[in-house]
T-cell receptor, first 115, second 111 residues
Framework: EAQVTQNPRYLITVTGKKLTVTCSQN?????MSWYRQDPGLGLRQIYY???????DKGDVPEGYKVSRKEKRNFPLILESPSPNQTSLYFC??????????????FGAGSRLTVL | KQEVTQIPAALSVPEGENLVLNCSFT??????LQWFRQDPGKGLTSLLL?????REQTSGRLNASLDKSSGRSTLYIAASQPGDSATYLC??????????FGPGTRLSVLP
């Protein structure tokens, strides 16, 4: 089944403890992106990647890191999490513009709580 | 910078009504536009994608139109049902490949 898989789906952690949220897609998509969603603030983009080794900042990159060493994986790293990073996180992927069908496909989300 | 807005922010209708959700964008240089549905606490599900060269797309009771020159798209839902209750988001894809999302319209369909 074609899908975007995020792990963990739920996580409670403490301030300052480094964590990684993994994202993997099995559709050979070039484009991948991370978003956070908070009540009243909508969907905000953290980082995106147009292909392997190509990443760019979104609207709210502070406190986050990403890497794109392989096409299928796009992990989100919180080096020193803080309570204001408590949020619902989504990973998404799509083919690039050269492909005819480039529907953006989302993962199920990762709910992160930082105490 | 591309900005996407959606009106109304929230909508409550009785079951069976036809309804229209609106999406506006400031820069007409878009590659495509996509409508999504999101249930509370869940991921986004793609409903319809309209390429910039197209005027509309249909799927079942859903019809989405695109008017690039005026920077507008509408999502028409026919014969609404309680199961249609969700938040609906639109997103435009730029020629630089990135996506820009609107804030969404929260729809409640009352039995």
């Amino acid at each position: 089944e074609a899908q975007v898989t995020q792990n963990p789906r739920y996580l409670i952690t403490v301030t300052g403890k480094k964590l990684t949220v993994t994202c993997s897609q099995n559709m050979n998509h070039e484009y991948m992106s991370w978003y956070r969603q908070d009540p009243g603030l909508g969907l905000r983009q953290i980082y995106y990647s147009m292909n392997v080794e190509v990443t760019d900042k979104g609207d709210v990159p502070e406190g986050y890191k990403v890497s794109r060493k392989e096409k299928r994986n796009f992990p989100l790293i919180l080096e020193s999490p803080s309570p204001n990073q408590t949020s619902l996180y989504f990973c998404a992927s799509s083919f690039g513009l050269a492909a005819g069908a480039n529907v953006l496909t989302f993962g199920a989300g990762s709910r992160l709580t930082v105490l | 910078k591309q900005e996407v807005t959606q009106i109304p922010a929230a909508l409550s209708v009785p079951e069976g009504e036809n309804l229209v959700l609106n999406c506006s964008f400031t820069d007409s240089a878009i590659y495509n536009l996509q409508w999504f549905r999101q249930d509370p606490g869940k991921g986004l599900t793609s409903l319809l994608l309209i390429q910039s060269s197209q005027r509309e797309q249909t799927s079942g009771r859903l019809n989405a139109s695109l008017d690039k020159s005026s920077g507008r798209s509408t999502l028409y839902i026919a014969a609404s049902q309680p199961g249609d209750s969700a938040t609906y988001l639109c997103a435009v894809r730029l020629y630089g490949q990135n996506f820009v999302f609107g804030p969404g319209t929260r729809l409640s369909v009352l039995p």
